[in-house]
């Protein structure tokens, strides 16, 4: 059983856990950023990655989720509201992400509120919610998605609803999913242009 499998059944958050999940955040973030500069995963590249504002976001959840499963709702909705001013990214204390969650671009208005599995990718302004969208609230999640492991998101993406996302789906740009997804599936969405308008060629 995973850490945030632990936490959706008990209700129980361990700092441990809260660790082990971060340390995989960065470990998610690092290997991304190797594809343009290797420096391993020492001590010091594992503290500067915990300062830019993509890891940021994953910590802050982190905190405010273990607040949240202490019992402390009050503080956990603080430090859920301290993310979101200071990374753009809103994510509901209630929600459970497994480790290893990447967030490429924090600072582009990204919701979250569910239950996700290892490795979850959220790229520019996606959003996981239930509807109507309600975020940042201290309650129990309530007809939100679950995503399996793996899942990624893109640019724009929504899912919204009670709905199940299977392990390793692909949500492409400005898709909307309201409605259940099998395993390694990709969903698709072309983006619509007002009538007599075209994009202009660059």
Do not use: E
């Not at 499998?5 to 008990?10: L, Q, V």
Request: with cysteine; proline share 6%.
């Amino acid at each position: 059983m995973t850490p945030s499998d632990a936490s959706r059944a008990g209700g129980c958050y361990q700092l441990a856990a809260l660790r082990r999940d971060l340390r995989a955040d960065i470990d998610a973030y690092i290997d991304f950023a190797s594809q343009y500069r290797d420096g391993g995963k020492n001590l010091r590249r594992r503290l500067s990655a915990l300062l830019t504002p993509s890891v940021t976001a994953c910590a802050l959840y982190r905190v405010s989720h273990w607040l949240y499963a202490k019992g402390w709702s009050r503080a956990a909705l603080l430090a859920a509201w301290c993310n979101l001013l200071l990374t753009r990214v809103s994510i509901c204390p209630a929600s459970t992400i497994g480790g290893g969650l990447y967030i490429p671009h924090p600072a582009t208005s990204i919701v979250f509120q569910g239950c996700a599995g290892r490795n979850l990718r959220l790229f520019a302004g996606s959003g996981v919610s239930a509807v109507p969208l309600s975020p940042l609230h201290r309650h129990a999640l309530r007809d939100a998605p679950t995503l399996g492991d793996d899942v990624v998101l893109g640019y724009k993406a929504l899912i919204l609803g009670p709905v199940a996302i299977g392990r390793g789906c692909l949500i492409g740009i400005d898709a909307v999913v309201d409605r259940d997804i099998p395993p390694g599936a990709t969903v698709l969405a072309m983006r619509r242009h007002p009538a007599g308008k075209r994009p202009r060629n660059h």
